[in-house]
Nanobody, 128 residues
Framework: EVQLVESGGGSVQPGGSLRLSCAASGFTFDDYTIGWFRQAPGKEREGVSCISSSDGLAYFATPPDSVKGRFTISRDNAKKTVYLQMNSLKPEDTAVYYC??????????????????WGQGTQVTVSS
């Protein structure tokens, strides 16, 4: 059974940084796609970053303009963990952040219904 557990959320002032973690289990960590999404109150779930691997190499999706240059996705195969480094945080980044899984062959897509397994989410609040 595929399971994802996010951690690392919290409260930070504008301009600050956080690193979110998505610890994975239940699948081979050389064939996966992990997407990071966020959802603010009253808004649709938005994809912010994605990494995919199906041949031992990692492929990184182009991030949306809202986070480009500020958010970076990375992985640690030994720990079966995907990270989202978030820098220069803004109040509009406030949301619950989720990681989600689909297979490596399916690849990255910023469309939430395409992912079949989700973590429980972690709250990120950016406020002065």
């Amino acid at each position: 059974e595929v399971q994802l557990v996010e951690s690392g959320g919290g409260s930070v002032q504008p301009g600050g940084s956080l690193r979110l973690s998505c610890a994975a289990s239940g699948f081979t960590f050389d064939d996966y796609t992990i997407g990071w999404f966020r959802q603010a109150p009253g808004k649709e779930r938005e994809g912010v970053s994605c990494i995919s691997s199906s041949d031992g190499l990692a492929y990184f999706a182009t991030p949306p303009d809202s986070v480009k240059g500020r958010f970076t996705i990375s992985r640690d195969n030994a720990k079966k963990t995907v990270y989202l480094q978030m820098n220069s945080l803004k109040p509009e980044d406030t949301a619950v952040y989720y990681c989600a899984y689909r297979t490596g062959q399916q690849g990255c897509i910023y469309f939430a219904p395409a992912y079949r397994v989700w973590g429980q989410g972690t709250q990120v609040t950016v406020s002065s």
